[in-house]
T-cell receptor, first 115, second 111 residues
């Protein structure tokens, strides 16, 4: 596709339910990132995938959060037993190779609301 | 650990005046520095980057940024602001891991 695609664009879920957020990166991009942006705030790093290397999970806020990237392409961010503080916009980005060489392109995000 | 500081939550400037959005960074080794802009209800868009070379980097929409190694700064500038430049601006640094973003600065350009 032309850009990074995220689905769903909006998700409302009940507290305690599990949710899955999907990211389709730009074709051929080896690096993929997940960030979280609370209302009007900065971007909080969650997880980073680079090629076949082990992902950098150092930003995941709790063990309720997990992510995988299948076949080096599509990524899914899963939040188990959602809490109200998980409400935020979840942003995915991809870059062509080493992030020091190329800029990251962002998707439009998934707005998650936990009620 | 790498970090980015954007000391101003908001910058107000009159249309036609020059603007500066400040950013300082902390990273081990050579810094790779980026500016992104987020318009209302839109995703983040890349503006410009510094990897190596000239300290003055030119980017999209007439923006530029000056890398200053001694001050560990990478301030975003534009000679003449437009109302349409009003948005949220993020500075980011790439070190040994993924991009680390600052908290963002809201730029408000008044007509």
């Amino acid at each position: 596709g032309a850009g990074v695609s995220q689905s769903p664009s909006n998700k409302v879920t009940e507290k305690g339910k599990d949710v899955e957020l999907r990211c389709d990166p730009i074709s051929g991009h080896t690096a993929l990132y997940w960030y979280r942006q609370s209302l009007g705030q900065g971007l909080e790093f969650l997880i980073y995938f680079q090629g076949n290397s082990a992902p950098d999970k150092s930003g995941l806020p709790s063990d309720r959060f997990s992510a995988e990237r299948t076949g080096g392409s599509v990524s899914t961010l899963t939040i188990q037993r959602t809490q109200q503080e998980d409400s935020a916009v979840y942003l995915c980005a991809s870059s062509r190779d080493s992030p020091s060489n190329t800029e990251a392109f962002f998707g439009q995000g998934t707005r998650l609301t936990v009620v | 650990a790498q970090s980015v500081a954007q000391p101003e939550d908001q910058v107000n400037v009159a249309e036609g005046n020059p603007l500066t959005v400040k950013c300082t960074y902390s990273v081990s080794g050579n810094p790779y520095l980026f500016w992104y802009v987020q318009y209302p209800n839109r995703g983040l868009q890349f503006l410009l980057k510094y990897i190596t070379g000239d300290n003055l980097v030119k980017g999209s929409y007439g923006f530029e940024a000056e890398f200053n190694k001694s001050q560990t700064s990478f301030h975003l500038k534009k000679p003449s602001a437009l109302v349409s430049d009003s948005a949220l601006y993020f500075c980011a640094v790439m070190g040994r891991r993924a991009l680390t973003f600052g908290s963002g600065t809201r730029l408000q350009v008044q007509p």
